[in-house]
């Protein structure tokens, strides 16, 4: 039996007179209250807070904590997503007092620690990236490309051009449609080949003086390494359009190629993922953007700048953008990748790469013989299975699988996506997970295919929730308790 105390709000546990707290009397005389207090701003009554002792404060708490399954407690190979091992030595280092009693608001040149560890930042995304000019202002992969597209736009501007299309493959996460569109673009979709690669064909058809962007996830979401990728890049360049590259897949590639290199002019990195940021439910995130140096100028402001052995914000940058986010960006996550990163040094990221395309062929490896893996004999960091056969034959759907893998202990996979493949299971590894690991999960999705249909259409058994509605949770969310009495109707 679960605790009564995590299932239920801390509301309705609330009895009147229990406390948690011992607050001093307030020395402020009532009286006082009345006169400095404009009467609207005065309460009329206490808060409805619930009432409660501390012992069953903690408990609530922590028994909440364990509804859910996190990397620190279960294998969690959420393909695209990177759910690496987070060091807990960067989450000491991130909380030092020097850190976290930062304002943004103070003197510059009471920031100087601060703004050294970001510019450092800053120099070192633009080597691995092999793209000069940085920002680490945006609040997450998304939100990067998004930025880099309004870059992209302000570029257009200055020549005098006024072009509408951006492209991307079929097979790219649902972001970079979404960002072409709300910079203002009109999305144009590439189809992917036989081999689950740009369609050279279809992508020439669609080019044109109109394309500005072409956006381009390599190695891609199936986990291919897209060797057309300079030819890609030539094609755009010859009708004057751009290559954004979706680095969501770094962790592939990191010390082995660098965007830049194979033609990229803009990326984000998403550091939660390949810098090992903890995150899940939507956060939290940074998502900075390297971009060529003759885009640089378009950059938001403020960027980091050194001069001398001072550094400062600089945000006298005519053709900039201007703000994509409050202060420096989201300085907790960024922290957290620069300890990541000087503490393996450019080896170290190198090796960090190797091992998770090592880890991913294995398990590939394991898995073609329990479901098949239409694309690739090999993979980079990341592979898709498919339970289409599966459901054919027995109606057993990828859901299924990925809800029973949970009674086995292991966080499901991405499912569902790339939408170019059927029922697929999109397999990331990374490669903080040992070969006993692997072997248990590859073990586990054997002994699932072997079971019945009836009982995987009702798993998962032993977590706290089995088969939410997942539209109604994602579309109509219940964010805060309200008494069953005065039930708001959820605004969307
Ligand atoms: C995660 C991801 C994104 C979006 O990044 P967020 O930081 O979640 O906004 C974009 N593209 C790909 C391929 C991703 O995996």
Request: hydrophobic share 35%.
């Amino acid at each position: 039996m679960r605790n009564r105390l995590a299932t239920q709000p801390l509301f309705e546990l609330s009895k009147p007179g229990r406390r948690g707290t011992q607050l001093p009397p307030c020395d402020v005389p009532q009286r006082d209250v009345a006169e400095l207090l404009p009467t609207e701003a005065q309460a009329a009554a206490l808060p409805p807070l619930p009432e409660i002792a501390e012992p069953e404060v903690i408990r609530h708490f922590t028994n909440l904590s364990t509804l859910n399954m996190s990397v620190d407690t279960h294998f969690y190979p959420l393909g695209s997503c990177t759910m690496k091992y987070n060091p807990k030595r960067n989450e000491r280092l991130a909380s030092l007092p020097g850190i976290v009693d930062l304002h943004p608001y103070q003197p510059e040149s009471t920031l100087q620690g601060m703004l050294r560890l970001l510019c450092e930042l800053q120099e070192i995304l633009a080597e691995i990236s092999g793209l000069p000019a940085v920002s680490l202002q945006p609040a997450a992969g998304a939100h990067g490309e998004l930025t880099a597209l309004m870059v992209a736009g302000a570029h257009f501007r200055e020549l005098g051009e006024s072009r509408t299309k951006v492209l991307a493959p079929d097979s790219a996460h649902g972001t970079n449609p979404a960002s072409a569109r709300m910079a203002g673009f009109d999305s144009v979709m590439v189809k992917s080949s036989e081999s689950g690669l740009v369609d050279i064909g279809d992508l020439r058809s669609k080019l044109d003086e109109q394309a500005a962007v072409f956006m381009i996830t390599n190695p891609n979401t199936l986990g291919l390494f897209d060797q057309q990728v300079n030819e890609i890049a030539d094609l755009v360049h010859q009708v004057g359009g751009l290559i954004y590259l979706d680095g969501a897949n770094m962790n592939a590639i990191m010390g082995i190629t660098r965007p830049g290199d194979f033609g990229a002019d803009m990326m984000h990195f998403n550091p939660h993922k390949t810098f090992s940021g903890p995150h899940g439910g939507g956060g939290p995130g940074a998502g900075p953007i390297c971009v060529r140096d003759a885009l640089g100028a378009y950059l938001p402001t403020p960027v980091v700048e050194r001069d001398g052995n001072q550094f400062r914000l600089a945000d006298n940058r005519p053709r900039s953008i201007g703000r994509v986010r409050s202060f420096f960006g989201n300085v907790g996550v960024l922290v957290r990748a620069y300890c990541y990163i000087l503490s393996h040094g450019s080896d170290g990221l190198r090796r960090v790469s190797e091992n998770a395309v090592l880890n991913a062929n294995y398990l590939l490896s394991r898995v073609r013989h329990i479901l098949p893996v239409p694309h690739g004999h090999r993979c980079m960091h990341e592979f898709v299975a498919t339970a289409d056969d599966l459901k054919k034959r027995t109606g057993v759907t990828a859901m299924d699988l990925g809800k029973r893998l949970l009674d086995y202990g292991f966080h499901a996979p991405t499912v569902y996506f790339p939408l170019t493949v059927p029922e697929c299971l999109m397999i990331e590894p990374t490669e903080t997970e040992s070969k006993e690991t692997l072997d248990a999960f590859a073990e586990a999705l054997f002994r699932i295919t072997e079971e019945t249909p009836e009982l995987l259409h009702e798993t998962p058994h032993s977590t706290f929730t089995s088969r939410p509605d997942e539209v109604a949770a994602a579309r109509k969310p219940r964010l805060k308790w309200s008494r069953p009495d005065t039930e708001e109707k959820p605004k969307h």
